[in-house]
């Protein structure tokens, strides 16, 4: 069984940083999965922020959060982060980080939608003020 831990959560004021990390065990595979972070609201879907195809290194973004955050991963380890710069109030949400091992080929949409991701952390807290 695999297990996601996240970390890094808090409260900042508009225009700070946060960095949130994920690490993955149970599942060496997952140093090849195709690794994603979400973010949910009360009452709103669940949205893709960022992710990760780690076969070819290849970073997808949502439209909100280019140039803002970034999705890397800890080179031979089970762990990927979210550096997230320049925060706005409308990024106050809860984060999720989400994981696929041994993933097919995705298209940015599908890599960024909930469906194809099979583990999830418990979320974090990320609140943003002005």
């Known amino acids: 069984q695999v297990h996601l831990l996240e970390s890094g959560g808090g409260s900042v004021h508009s225009g700070g940083s946060l960095k949130l990390s994920c690490t993955a065990s149970?599942?060496?595979?997952?140093?090849?999965?195709?690794k994603a972070w979400f973010r949910q609201v009360p009452g709103k879907e669940r949205e893709g922020v960022a992710a990760l195809n780690s076969a070819v290194m290849k970073a997808y973004y949502a439209d909100s959060v280019k140039g803002r955050f970034t999705i890397s991963p800890e080179h031979g380890k089970t762990t990927w982060y979210l550096e997230m710069n320049n925060l706005l109030p409308a990024d106050t949400a809860t984060y999720y980080c989400a994981a696929l091992a041994r993933p097919p080929p995705m298209t940015p949409s599908q890599a960024l939608g909930p469906r194809v991701y099979t583990s999830w952390g418990q979320g974090t807290q990320v609140t943003v003020s002005s």
């Open positions: 149970g599942d060496t595979a997952f140093r090849d999965a195709a």
